[in-house]
T-cell receptor, first 113, second 114 residues
């Protein structure tokens, strides 16, 4: 089966611009998670979808971040406007079982200049 | 909330030696403990996991042990090979119901020298 895919693999933008990251989970996986790793720090949870519904968005840093999962398939994470501290690697993971960590995608490296 | 501490941050071993990475967690309600391996340019890949009703789990050269009383768990890699070189992350989760999200340690860079 195809794994979790993320697009783009890298994105370099200037402060104040908007960026949209996309995640395509493994087909049939209802659970979709977003995580972020800021340079030198641990991977941190952002939010969790079950199908198209946000189950937990307690990790979202602020209202500049907007995640959607239309139709319960792929998901997008929009950052608007981007700030320097948003730089990092954004990972998406998907799973069928809510009690497991899921399969991770390769990540999107975001650099805000 | 949950806090996971991971040690060491870097580990260098000779090929064929064993490597041990240790993690502690703070929330006694955590019941699922996965370990991930991340190679350069790739996402974290699950290599082994353990649940709180088990004390030890082994898969070929990799084993994980869990001490619920002390709230710590460890990854053991035996007969290390150069391809084991990567960053390893431990994580903890309260699996089940609405408790699913992973709290990660900061990672351990393992280098296996040929």
């Amino acid at each position: 089966e195809a794994g979790v895919t993320q697009f783009p693999s890298h994105s370099v933008i200037e402060k104040g611009q908007t960026v949209t990251l996309r995640c395509d989970p493994i087909s049939g996986h209802d659970n979709l998670y977003w995580y972020r790793r800021v340079m030198g720090k641990e991977i941190k949870f952002l939010l969790h979808f079950v199908k198209e519904s946000k189950q937990d968005e307690s990790g979202m840093p602020n209202n500049r971040f907007l995640a959607e999962r239309t139709g319960g398939t792929y998901s997008t994470l929009k950052v608007q406007p981007a700030e320097l501290e948003d730089s990092g690697v954004y990972f998406c993971a998907s799973s069928q079982d809510m009690g497991t960590g899921g399969v991770f995608g390769p990540g999107t490296r975001l650099t805000v200049l | 909330g949950e806090n996971v501490e991971q040690h060491p941050s870097t580990l260098s071993v000779q090929e064929g030696d064993s490597a041990v990475i240790k993690c502690t967690y703070s929330d006694s309600a955590s019941n699922y403990f996965p370990w991930y391996k991340q190679e350069l340019g790739k996402g974290p890949q699950l290599i082994i996991d353990i649940r709180s009703n088990v004390g030890e789990k082994k898969d070929q050269r990799i084993a994980v042990t869990l001490n619920k009383t002390a709230k710590h768990f460890s990854l053991h890699i035996t007969e290390t090979q150069p391809e084991d070189s990567a960053v390893y992350f431990c994580a903890a989760s309260k699996g089940g119901g609405s408790n699913y999200k992973l709290t990660f340690g900061k990672g351990t860079l393992l280098t296996v020298n040929p």
